[in-house]
């Protein structure tokens, strides 16, 4: 085996390479499986939305078939272009995972590479889970050391890093070795592309981002797997990823610090809402606020919302939006339906009629948020809301937390109850029952081709 050499992709490499399954705990293994299912939740409702149909439907058209299955359709590509497709899915409606003390949404950056090339390859349950959680600490490692710069430079960290965690998990699947794995993730650093200005102005293109990092990485493993290299000094060198996207505040050792101690699936948070994460807090405490003291649009006067600096840049920019993704970034507009529908659904966000009704448009016109300081990393997702009614009262109330994050969990039964709801868009009640088992025992799998066939629409008599 040869030796990776003493940078940060090398490091980076090196992990990756030599992590094995034995060595992970089994609270790490059982925080991957939640992912998991989560994720393939996700891909599955995915699957059925007209803006990654798009997607789905240039790949089938244009790239040459293969043997790993797309979701839902069942068509057989090769496997960067299945992930490509599979990914834009999982990411694709704006209800998968996060991370509290990073970024990205590592699910949708690992899981589809996993599946694509373990079909391929006929993996096992034990190897399956193994890459998936060494492209999850890739993922929140290297966002560590780029974060918040990276954002407030107005570059899309899901594109940028998870090139890098799809080609860990790629290059792990493919049993690159210390040198090989470093030079899949400086090959990787190429492919790093992406801003957020769908986050001003919307776009449906940001859905299309996580299919962008999954085949990019993934072709950067199998080039590496080939002989091809690439700056070793990717990451810290003068015209690397960390001073270009990063600037001063790139921080190389916030990187490797900690590998194989601090699992970055750990730091994994499940969303409500199909909105941006920075949002989900803010609609629990309206939820709670609105139950608890009957606000109705007509009594109120103004709502004033107190967001950290990363929330007020995306989350809460825009006021009227114009497309699905637009209103999935607004706080105005996710706060106004949670008060005059009482729901969050995806199907309000994706409703016109909904997105221009004037009622709804003249309350998220009182919405005004500012930014609070933040008191720990983990919080950076916190809220703070103040709702002035008719007559001058006002109501207040507060959350760092959001529900399904790392300090305020979901139930089993509420994460079996996110599945079933998103699963069923596809999927018969008697197939979910047999994924939740299936990903439950993932790591006895032989052959991890038995659960991707399960995802597959079931042919109709």
Same mark, same amino acid.
Not at 39 to 46: E, Y
Not at 206 to 219: I, S
Not at 349 to 377: F, I, Q, S, T
């Given at each position: ?164 965690? !799809? @080609?860990? $998990? ?11 794995? =470093?030079?899949?993730? &400086? %090959? ?108 109705? !649009? @007509?009594? $109120? ?11 007020? =840049?995306?989350?809460? &920019? %825009? ?143």
């Amino acid at each position: 085996m040869s030796a990776a050499r003493k940078t940060v992709a090398g490091e980076l490499g090196r992990y990756v390479a030599q992590i094995e399954y034995e060595q992970i705990p089994e609270t790490v293994i059982d925080k991957a499986k939640e992912v998991l299912l989560d994720q393939l939740g996700c891909m599955l409702i995915g699957s059925t939305l007209e803006w990654n149909k798009i997607v789905y439907n240039f790949v089938v058209a244009n790239e040459g078939k293969g043997g790993c299955a797309i979701i839902n359709y069942g068509d057989r590509m090769v496997a960067d272009y299945a992930a490509y497709v599979n990914g834009t899915f999982g990411q694709g409606a704006e209800l998968d995972d996060y991370v509290d003390r990073s970024g990205g949404h590592p699910g949708s950056q690992c899981i589809p590479v996993a599946m694509a090339l373990g079909e391929k390859d006929h993996i096992d349950g034990k190897a399956f889970l193994t890459a998936v959680v060494a492209g999850f600490d890739v993922s929140y490692h290297v966002g560590g050391g780029m974060l918040p710069s990276l954002l407030q430079k107005g570059f899309h960290p899901q594109s940028v890093f998870g090139v890098f965690a !799809a @080609a860990a $998990v790629a290059g792990r699947l493919l049993k690159l070795d210390d040198e090989k794995m =470093m030079y899949a993730l &400086s %090959i990787a650093g190429s492919h790093a592309s992406g801003t957020m200005e769908f986050d001003q102005t919307g776009g449906e293109v940001k859905r299309l981002h996580t299919g962008m990092a999954v085949r990019g990485g993934m072709q950067a493993a199998i080039l590496a797997k080939m002989g091809l290299t690439a700056p070793p000094t990717i990451f810290e060198g003068k015209r690397g990823i960390l001073p270009l996207y990063a600037g001063e505040k790139g921080n190389a050792e916030a990187i490797i610090k900690d590998l194989g101690q601090e699992y970055g699936v750990m730091h994994s948070c499940f969303k409500q809402y199909p909105t941006v994460n920075a949002l989900q807090s803010s609609i629990d405490v309206m939820s709670d606020l609105v139950v608890k003291h009957k606000i109705r !649009a @007509a009594d $109120v006067e103004r709502i004033d919302v107190g967001v950290t600096e990363t929330t007020l =840049m995306h989350g809460a &920019s %825009i006021v009227e939006p114009k497309d699905t993704i637009s209103a999935s970034f607004s706080l105005a507009f996710s706060l106004a339906i949670r008060i005059i529908k009482g729901s969050n659904d995806l199907s309000l966000y994706m409703d016109e009629n909904v997105r221009n009704d004037p009622e709804v448009l003249k309350l998220a016109r009182k919405v005004h948020p500012y930014a609070v300081p933040e008191e720990a990393k983990d919080t950076r997702f916190a809220s703070r809301i103040k709702v002035t009614l008719a007559g001058g009262k006002s109501v207040e109330g507060s959350e760092d937390y959001p529900k399904g994050s790392v300090k305020n969990p979901n139930t089993q039964a509420e994460r079996y109850e996110k599945f079933r709801r998103l699963g069923s868009s596809v999927l018969s009640g008697k197939r979910m029952d047999q994924v939740i088992q299936t990903v439950e025992n993932v790591e006895q799998l032989k052959d991890i081709s038995s659960l991707v066939s399960l995802l597959v629409r079931e042919p109709t008599n």
